[in-house]
């Protein structure tokens, strides 16, 4: 598992500030607050500030990533909250979550390497059960422009880590989109999402 993609986000969350900040995603809290609160999986989670808000909104809060640095952060801010988090370490298909054992998953700017996307989209969709919800906001593949025009936006360099409606559909094709569309909006999370940017928001449920 010591591989560049590893080491990327460790280097990153090895720093003392909150590389997306604290706050939890603005569309995510968004759609978190219209669901009744059950058990939820937040896919690269990084330094766990979606997962702790759901955790102090009376979630069960699970959550994976490859960085040991952000799991430690990750762990650091639950305690600040007086909360607790399941966070396994690893890849996907290694973690031992059982199938149709979600009510939602959050897939907040988690951009897998191109090769795995689809594979892991499909896993986590099959990990959801009946009537749960997938909530999803990444970069789409219109948003290399805007990083091009201004890098702290952040987001993939290439476009086969972006998203696409078309892809989503696919991936999740056992869901029923709620909300699927790609628009701009403004970012503003921590030190590595700031300004404008195009991205693709889902909330699918499962049917």
Do not use: C
């Not at 993609?5 to 604290?22: D, H, I, L, M, V």
């Not at 059950?38 to 500030?49: D, K, T, W």
């Not at 430690?72 to 607790?84: E, G, W």
């Amino acid at each position: 598992m010591n591989d560049p993609w590893q080491k990327k986000w460790n280097e990153r969350y090895s720093q003392k500030a909150y590389a997306f900040g604290t706050e939890p995603n603005v569309f995510l809290k968004e759609q978190l607050d219209e669901l009744n609160p059950g058990s939820i999986l937040f896919a690269a989670e990084g330094e766990g500030r979606n997962a702790i808000y759901a955790a102090t909104n009376a979630w069960e809060s699970h959550a994976f990533d490859i960085s040991e640095e952000g799991q430690k952060k990750a762990f650091h801010l639950a305690k600040s909250h007086d909360v607790s988090l399941d966070y396994r370490l690893g890849q996907l298909p290694d973690l031992g979550y059982k199938e149709n054992s979600f009510d939602a998953v959050g897939l907040i700017y988690a951009h897998f390497p191109a090769e795995i996307k689809s594979e892991y989209h499909q896993i986590i969709g099959n990990l959801v059960k009946k009537g749960g919800h997938i909530i999803l906001e990444a970069f789409g593949k219109n948003h290399l422009p805007y990083r091009e025009a201004n890098p702290k936006v952040g987001g993939p360099r290439n476009l086969e880590s972006l998203f696409s409606i078309e892809e989503i559909r696919s991936d999740f094709h056992d869901f029923e989109a709620i909300i699927l569309e790609e628009t701009e909006i403004e970012l503003s999370e921590g030190a590595y999402h700031n300004g404008k940017g195009s991205v693709i928001r889902f909330v699918g449920r499962k049917r």
